[in-house]
């Protein structure tokens, strides 16, 4: 089982449905969209497999959403990316997925073992 760090702006820019007009609400719309999926009870998630953990790292407007059962909010003191590299470092032992598209991310977190998925994985289009 593993741990699934989902790049809350990267995921929720993937789709343009008008994100950009309220970033707070489309994040909290994300966090209860991967809160349906709650891992509990060593659930599977279609693409990624086994998580008993789910962290939406958030930054900017986004900074104030709550944490959820199933879904941890995590709010970035700087820059996201640079959270979730710290996360992934932490969970290295453990094993963790990051949901992104961003190359460079996915390059910082492969170093410590990530594996990495798209959005699309968690935020179908349409």
Partial sequence: M???IVDGAN???SVPDGWWRDRRGAAERLRDRLAERDP???GEIEGIGPVEEIVLVVEGAARGVESVPGVRV???PGSGD???VELA???AERGCVV???DRELRGRVRAYGARCVGPRTVRPVG
């Fill in 2 to 4: 593993s741990v699934l």
């Fill in 11 to 13: 995921v929720v820019g």
């Fill in 40 to 42: 509990a009870g060593g």
């Fill in 74 to 76: 995590d709010p970035a």
């Fill in 82 to 84: 640079d959270r979730i």
């Fill in 89 to 91: 470092a932490a969970y």
């Fill in 99 to 101: 949901v992104t598209a």
